[in-house]
Structure formats: structure tokens, C-alpha cells
């Protein structure tokens, strides 16, 4: 049987050790444990794809083979668990916050089906939403998540989609309501992202960014970073 302790078990078989974590859940509840008290430990069993590996553990992959194995979190939801509590790391993650942020839709819908809050806050300030999956985004904004969400920097999920210049998440973004015009902390709209960037993102597409933001209402280029928007649209 496996045993836990408060250092990550990095060279655990996964496959092997599935026939192991079966009975764990259930173990933990009718022992009358408190399901996640892990006082000094930086995750939590239900918010983790990787369960106790940490963010060093197996590909995402595996972990999606070893829920599927065992329902892990299925589970820890009949035994009581909280799905929207928060890991006791400086991140203050919820359950959904750390599925959308490792792209594992399967654990998004679960964790929204058991009454995840699609609008929890980090240590950030920052939704599930703030990620770059748009499978998980797409499923996020169908669950009515809040498209201009701000973090303590007041970025929205538009400003760090033109920071990446992924102009499908801008798209999707920007049909779903979002603000062509938010500012952050310094003032900066979701365009001069994309103008710092986009000497720096050669596989993007910054021209589609430009056009789509500027289709969505977003302010015309000033004359003065004009030819930075010129130059992205003749290399």
C-alpha cells in the first residue's frame, strides 16, 4: 500500500500505483480524516491532476490515465470534498483554477458539475479563465465565467491573449463581450500588448490581432507606434 508523507513522491509508477490509490478516498473518510488538511504542503489531492506530484510530477497525459483509472476525484467528492477550496501555497489555487491551468477538460466539467465556482480568485486576483487552453476557455465562457475579470495587475483574460498574440482566444474573447478598450495598472489597452510583442512572437499571426481588436471598437494606432503595426503587416 502506498504511503504519503510531505515530500513528493517523484518516481511513483503511475499505472502501477493506481491499483494502490484505489481504495484512498474512502480510506480517509471513514478513518474521519479531514480530506486535504496537509499543514506546509503546497497542493491538495482534489485540485491536482497530478495528485500528489506536485507541478514536477507526470505529463498531463498520464495524470488524465490515472483519473480515468481510478475516478480519483469522483471519489473525494462523495466523501465531502470542498471543490472550491484552496491550495496552501502562495498561489491559492481552487480545483478549477489548477485543471484550467493544465488544460484537462474532463476535470473542468467535473469540478463545475460539483459546484465549482467558475469565478473563484487566486492569490492573483485571477479566474479559471486566465489560462491559454481554448478548449478550457470555450468551456469556461459557456459556463457564463465573467469574460472582463481582472487581476490585482487589472489585466483581463484580453490582455494576456494579445500578450501571447493568440488571435483565436482573442476572437473567442471578444465575441463573448470582452472590453477592446481595458486598460491594466499602467494604463496599457489589450493593442499595445500586442504592439510590444510582436517583434517576439514570429510564428504569430499579429496582423489578425490588430484587425480583430480594431473590428471590436479598440482605439486606432497613434502615429507614433505606427510603424511598428506597419512592420508586422509587410514581414
Not at 28 to 51: C, Q, R, T, Y
Not at 141 to 149: M, P, Q, S, T
Not at 187 to 208: E, H, N
Request: charged residues 20%; glycine residues 4%.
Amino acid at each position: 500500500m502506498c504511503t504519503f508523507t510531505e515530500q513528493h513522491p517523484q518516481e511513483l509508477d503511475w499505472i502501477q500505483a493506481s491499483e494502490d490509490f484505489k481504495g484512498f478516498p474512502g480510506n480517509l473518510s471513514n478513518a474521519g480524516s479531514k480530506l486535504f488538511a496537509f499543514p506546509n504542503v503546497s497542493f491538495i489531492p482534489v485540485a491536482h491532476p497530478d495528485l500528489f506530484l506536485g507541478k514536477t510530477g507526470p505529463s498531463r497525459e498520464k495524470a488524465r490515465q490515472a483519473f480515468h483509472c481510478f475516478h480519483f476525484p469522483h471519489h473525494l467528492s462523495l466523501a465531502g470534498a470542498n471543490v472550491n477550496i484552496r491550495t496552501n501555497n502562495k498561489d491559492e489555487e481552487t480545483p478549477l483554477h489548477v485543471a484550467a491551468r493544465l488544460g484537462v477538460p474532463e476535470l473542468v466539467a467535473f469540478y463545475v458539475e460539483q459546484g465549482a465556482h467558475v469565478d473563484a480568485l487566486n492569490a492573483y486576483m485571477e479566474t479559471p479563465l486566465a489560462c491559454d487552453h481554448h478548449l478550457i476557455c470555450r468551456m469556461l465562457l459557456d459556463y457564463k465565467a465573467e469574460v472582463n475579470a481582472r487581476d490585482e495587475d487589472f489585466k483581463s483574460p484580453l490582455h494576456k491573449a494579445a500578450w501571447n498574440c493568440d488571435h483565436v482566444l482573442l476572437h473567442m474573447l471578444l465575441e463573448a463581450g470582452a472590453e477592446a478598450n481595458i486598460m491594466d495598472v499602467n494604463g496599457c489597452a489589450p493593442l499595445q500588448y500586442i504592439i510590444k510583442v510582436t517583434s517576439v512572437r514570429p510564428a504569430a499571426q499579429p496582423d489578425i490581432c490588430y484587425q480583430l481588436l480594431l473590428n471590436h471598437g479598440a482605439a486606432r494606432i497613434y502615429p507614433l507606434q505606427f510603424h511598428k503595426v506597419r512592420d508586422a503587416f509587410v514581414q
